[in-house]
């Protein structure tokens, strides 16, 4: 499977500290995205990092890319209550057709307590 | 704002019955997705499509077909639900970046 694997499955943190969730996948990609989902509601996308860069930055997001080792790691930091949810990291192997397909990881669950 | 709708919240259906689920955005995006996501499994992609008329098979598309007679509105067809197509199921449409629905929770009895 392509599917990433996000790393650790599940954090618990208190508001205020930094959160770092890692990413790891399996070939060659065009860019990498982390989504958010709050309790059971849709994906909302946060960030996406092109194969060719190394880190950028969103607000209180970080991301940063190493193309040689495969992964990806999500900084967020200050955080806050309203950071709880599950994230993923999603990958985009390219499509054909002019289609482009994402391949998800299992996601994980960060729990920030107040 | 930039909006994905899905038709239903919450379905219960019965096995064996024909179900559907539609999709629409108002985005006017080419590409749209339909996605299925089970505790421990993350989404798994079900069917894309990247034009009107037009659908690609994604990792899991057994049991399912999908229609996409317009741009903005995508359907999803179980043609026979069966137990094990209880699930929730997001739809997304987008270039790169995807933007999804609030997800349909099927129960299938």
């Known amino acids: 499977s392509q599917q990433g694997e996000e790393d650790p499955q599940a954090l618990s943190i208190q508001e205020g500290e930094n959160a770092t969730m890692n990413c790891s996948y399996k070939?060659?990609?065009?860019?990498l995205q982390w989504y958010r989902q709050n309790s059971g509601r849709g994906l909302v996308h946060l960030i996406l990092?092109?194969?060719?860069?190394r880190e950028k930055h969103s607000g209180r997001l970080r991301v940063t890319l190493d193309t040689s080792k495969k992964s990806s790691s999500l900084l967020i930091t200050a955080s806050r209550a309203a950071d709880t949810a599950s994230y993923f990291c999603?990958?985009?192997?390219?499509?054909?057709?002019?289609?482009?397909?994402?391949?998800f990881g299992k996601g994980m669950k960060l729990t920030v307590n107040p | 704002d930039v909006k994905v709708t899905q038709s239903s919240r919450y379905l219960v259906k019965r096995t064996g019955e024909k179900v559907f689920l539609e999709c629409v955005q108002d985005?006017?995006?080419?590409?749209m997705f339909w996605y299925r996501q089970d505790p421990g499994l993350g989404l798994r992609l079900i069917y894309f499509?990247?034009?009107?008329?037009?659908?690609e098979k994604g990792d899991i598309p057994e049991g399912y077909s999908v229609s996409r007679e317009k741009k903005e509105r995508f359907s999803l067809i179980l043609e026979s639900a069966s137990t094990n197509q209880t699930s929730m199921y997001l739809c997304?449409?987008?270039?790169?970046?995807?933007?999804f629905g609030p997800g349909t929770r099927l129960t299938v009895l």
């Open positions: 999603a990958t985009d192997y390219g499509g054909q057709g002019g289609s482009e397909k994402l391949v």
């Open positions: 985005m006017d995006h080419e590409n």
């Open positions: 997304a449409s987008g270039w790169n970046e995807q933007f």
């Open positions: 990092i092109r194969s060719n860069e």
């Open positions: 499509s990247y034009d009107v008329k037009m659908k």
């Open positions: 070939t060659s990609i065009n860019n």
